[in-house]
Antibody, heavy 119, light 109 residues
């Protein structure tokens, strides 16, 4: 079955580094044309795109957060990892990973993982 | 930076009615516009890409149109499962990036 599953800590303290993992099932990141992205949604707010990594390792980041974000992939584990440094309470959100095939339209999403930043 | 403004913020309609959702860009854009449906607690669902192409498995009652700065998602006859929040999303190419609109909530009247 084709699916995505996000995982990571539910609670992190301000200034810490957040690491989130997205595990792909039913398809492989070795597939040409596959792109994976991270998108978040703060409580009561709209969706916000964060980063994308392509099958050929090209990477893209939202301008406002690019100094704090790193996206990477582990094809042997079929995973995509997002790290966010120096987190702040405004980073409290549900974080989603999503798939696209190069056209930036995400046809598969995970259920999301909620992250709270609080001391 | 391009800003996407969705209107109305909330649309109150009855099942069977037609829903018309607007997404306006702050400057003229390509047709790399997508629409998503988002139910609370669920994964968002791709409805439309490239402004007017329906995604796989999406019912024909969903249609997208528009170009330039004004785009529209139309749901011809609302089904009970269509009451949700809808987001438009624009891809920019230089540099490659993505912007979401603020969303329109379609609620039962």
């Amino acid at each position: 079955q084709v699916s995505l599953r996000e995982s990571g800590p539910a609670l992190v303290k301000p200034t810490q580094t957040l690491t989130l993992t997205c595990t792909l099932s039913g398809f492989s990141f070795k597939t040409n044309g596959l792109c994976m992205a991270w998108i978040r949604q703060p409580p009561g707010k709209a969706l916000e795109w964060l980063a994308r990594i392509d099958w050929d390792d090209d990477k893209y980041y939202t301008t406002s957060l690019e100094t704090r974000l790193t996206i990477s992939k582990d094809t042997s584990k079929n995973q995509v990892v997002l790290t966010m440094t120096n987190v702040d309470p405004v980073d409290t959100a549900t974080y989603f990973c999503a798939r696209d095939w190069g056209n930036w339209a995400f046809d598969l999403w995970g259920q999301g993982t909620p992250v709270t930043v609080s001391s | 930076e391009i800003v996407l403004t969705q209107s109305p913020a909330t649309l109150s309609l009855s099942p069977g009615e037609r829903a018309t959702l607007s997404c306006r860009a702050s400057q003229s854009v390509s047709n790399y516009l997508a629409w998503y449906q988002h139910q609370p607690g669920q994964a968002p669902r791709l409805l439309i890409y490239d402004a007017s192409s329906r995604a796989t498995g999406i019912p024909a009652r969903f249609s997208g149109s528009g170009s330039g700065t004004d785009f529209t998602l139309t749901i011809s006859r609302l089904e009970p499962e269509d009451f949700a929040v809808y987001y438009c999303q624009l891809r920019s190419t230089r540099p490659p990036s993505l912007t979401f609109g603020g969303g329109t909530k379609v609620e039962i009247k």
